[in-house]
């Protein structure tokens, strides 16, 4: 006998769609209550962190020398230990990784740094496809590149603009050059988030632009959020959804860009020696 013969047609009235059933999707990065202390003898370096990132967003992360920031990006990778809170990073509970889970860790995180952390003797496509090392089994059994992660490198350059670059040696590049290489490295991860720490602070500042405007665009394209932070307050402005600012290890101001005035924003370095660039 068919079960299926006698089943009654479903003819029941399809749910409604729309904003009240509409579940916000849960961050791509979420840290509670995080406090930091590389070791106990040294002071606690962050101090009861609340923050979370969402799919397409571009968090600006402020605060001067010594504030925090690395710290905090460095608590997604497992690079700082985790003293109490917790971390997630997608579906990951970075303060319970065993040491092996690590590198697993690591390849959800795309990362951008200062001094673009390219090898470069090699070429630009081969940089950007070491990306794809953080992932199991990319090499054949020759060792080299699959196909299809060249194609998907190509694509990549592509979106960052330098695809005719792709067989020169990375170290033949601007500054402006390298660090678009390395967007393209951190986007072969297919990664939860784009950490970017202090990616312009070596770069002039028509290049800055580029380069923050690209971050900013990738994230609202594929929907990566991206923390970047930042020493120059106009490019935080102007190149973020919101911002964060840390002061000795506290996070002192939050809101939306569009929300926050420089002065308000200048509290982050009040009281501060140091000079801010501008
Ligand atoms: N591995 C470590 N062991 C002990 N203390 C550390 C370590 N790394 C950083 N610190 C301390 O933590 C504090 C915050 O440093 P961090 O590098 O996170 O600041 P930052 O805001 O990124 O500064 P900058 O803008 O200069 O890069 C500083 O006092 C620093 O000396």
Known sequence: MSIIAKATPITATPLPV???????????????????????????????????????????????????????????????????????????????????????????????FQQFNLIGRLSVLTNVLAGSLHRAGPLNALGTFRGADRRRALELLDRVGIAHKASDAARTLSGGQQQRVAIARALMQDPTVILADEPVASLDPRMS?????????????????????????????????????????????????????????ATVYENDDEEVED
């Open 18 to 112: 729309g904003p009240s059933l509409a579940r916000p999707a849960p961050p791509r990065i979420h840290i509670r209550d995080l406090t930091v202390r590389y070791t106990p003898d040294t002071p606690v370096v962050l101090d009861g962190i609340d923050l979370d990132l969402h799919a397409g967003e571009t968090v600006a992360l402020l605060g001067s020398s010594g504030s925090g920031k690395s710290t905090l990006m460095k608590s997604l990778t497992g690079f700082a230990p985790i003293t109490s809170g917790t971390v997630h990073v997608g579906e990951v509970d970075v303060a319970r990784v065993r040491p092996r889970q690590l590198r697993a860790l690591r390849a959800e995180v795309g990362q951008v």
């Open 209 to 265: 632009r580029v380069v923050l405007d690209l971050l900013r665009s990738i994230s609202r394209d594929e929907g990566i959020p991206v923390l970047v932070s930042l020493h120059v307050l106009p490019l935080a402005m102007d190149h973020s959804d919101r911002v964060v600012g840390l002061r000795d290890g506290r996070v002192v101001v939050e809101g939306r860009t569009a929300d926050l005035d420089a002065e308000g924003l």
